[in-house]
């Protein structure tokens, strides 16, 4: 047997072991991408896609009492069955806060929602957190689908919080509330040895 067949059938061999353990028809379509573009045989890694709705309130002026503003943002997230994980890291900071008759917070709400990204489950929050006691410390929570399983979908995230800021030029007078909103998706991707650099989602491949 020639080297060049021996590192064929190595290659084919490997590609049958590591197809077990993946879904559907991608054992199939990486048998082809392989047979068609002579790949070598690809490395399994894990990708991580990051969302980020941090917030600065910056109030242009130099009110001695600044105006304080709402501000809403909203991100839809595609989630499928390769996901393995969702990391979320949320933190707010509010400044001279007085107390209950004061009206700053940060809602924050991740729903989900069907492909299409409508009919979400409101009455389920797959996570929520209402910061309205002043600044909110920072949290790490970590969704995890073999300790936490959800269902696929275009989910919803959604942050709205009223606060106020200053700018003008002063630093000693200076201050803005803030919130930071950062979420993780990770799913497993493929990197081929003849472009390491890329990693490409399992999912494209089925």
Not at 190 to 201: G, H, I, Q
Request: with cysteine; aromatic share 8%.
């Amino acid at each position: 047997m020639t080297g060049l067949r021996r590192q064929t059938m190595s290659a084919i061999m490997a590609l049958l072991f590591v197809s077990m353990a993946m879904p559907g028809c991608l054992s199939l379509v990486l048998g082809r991408e392989m047979m068609e573009s002579a790949r070598g045989f690809p490395e399994v890694r894990e990708m991580s896609t990051p969302y980020d709705l941090s917030h600065t309130f910056v109030i242009d002026g130099t009110e001695v009492l600044p105006t304080q503003v709402q501000k809403t943002m909203t991100e839809q997230i595609p989630i499928d069955h390769t996901v393995n994980e969702i990391i979320i890291n949320f933190q707010t900071s509010v400044n001279y806060y007085t107390g209950g008759s004061d009206p700053r917070y940060v809602h924050v709400e991740l729903l989900w929602c069907d492909d299409n990204g409508a009919n979400c489950d409101q009455a389920n929050p797959i996570y929520e957190v209402m910061a309205d006691n002043g600044s909110y410390p920072q949290t790490r929570t970590e969704l995890a689908r073999n300790l936490n399983p959800f269902d696929d979908g275009l989910w919803r995230l959604t942050v709205d919080g009223r606060g106020t800021g200053t700018n003008t030029g002063v630093g000693v007078i200076d201050f803005q509330d803030s919130w930071v909103l950062r979420i993780t998706v990770i799913r497993p991707c493929l990197a081929f040895p003849e472009s390491p650099e890329e990693c490409t989602p399992t999912i494209d491949f089925e």
